[in-house]
């Protein structure tokens, strides 16, 4: 079973940066879509970031020039870069990956959360 394995959420202080990455755990023979997610406590689960076959980038307004979102050359790996963070920031980030597996199928698969604190 293919899961995808996230890394660099945290505790940082109002403008400070992180960045946060996702791999999956096996092999992925296509990917669609694939992105990063967030919920804050109370609220739904968002869309932050997402790179779209054919490399569409759509970013969310609340954090468009703060965050960037890139991908490795496998199309397999996400990254998220986040700068000048704000405690409105704060939640628990997933990636995301709309893609085939082998032998499986398309599958949406999500990473296990990440969370990250932004103290004012």
């Known amino acids: 079973q293919v899961r995808l394995v996230e890394s660099g959420g945290g505790l940082v202080q109002a403008g400070g940066s992180l960045r946060l990455s996702c791999a999956p755990s096996g092999r992925i023979s296509l990917t669609y879509n694939m992105g990063w997610y967030r919920q804050a406590p109370g609220k739904q689960r968002e869309l932050v970031a997402e790179?779209?076959?054919?490399?569409?980038?759509n970013i969310i307004d609340a954090v468009k020039g703060r965050f960037s979102i890139s991908r490795d050359n496998t199309f397999t790996r996400v990254f998220l870069q986040m700068s000048s963070l704000k405690p409105e920031d704060t939640a628990v980030y997933f990636c995301?990956?709309?893609?085939?597996?082998?032998?499986?199928?398309?599958?949406?698969?999500w990473g296990q959360g990440t969370q990250v604190t932004v103290s004012s």
């Open positions: 995301h990956l709309d893609a085939s597996i082998p032998g499986v199928g398309r599958r949406d698969l």
């Open positions: 790179i779209k076959s054919g490399n569409t980038v």
